[in-house]
Nanobody, 114 residues
């Protein structure tokens, strides 16, 4: 299983970014997968996830600003981030559990300047 995250960058507060996570070795149509983030000095936290049936969950701090989606044909997960805030600054990871083992993509850095 490999997860390749991309799309991070430096953006001003109020701006937007779209993260992508290309998955191989698993089928996103039958696996729950999510986006997580980790800010310096803090624990990694769940931002949003999407189940095999397409049900999406977002944490309260990003509801109304972020959208998680999945392209089954491309086996790719997305996170559309709008109205970004400085507190959204973190390394963002896509992650999933498959056959009892956790898999993580390499983080993509999102930096929001005030």
């Amino acid at each position: 299983v490999q997860l390749q995250a991309s799309g991070g960058g430096l953006v001003q507060a109020g701006g937007s970014l779209r993260l992508s996570c290309l998955a191989s070795g698993i089928n996103l149509r039958i696996n729950t997968i999510g986006w997580y983030r980790q800010a310096p000095g803090k624990q990694r936290e769940l931002v949003a996830n999407i189940t095999s049936s397409g049900a999406a969950t977002l944490v309260a701090s990003v509801e109304g600003r972020f959208t998680i989606s999945r392209n089954n044909a491309r086996n790719t997960l997305y996170l559309q981030m709008n109205s970004l805030k400085p507190e959204d600054t973190a390394a963002y990871y896509c992650g999933t559990t498959f056959r009892g083992r956790d898999y993580w993509g390499r983080g993509t850095q999102v930096t929001v300047s005030s």
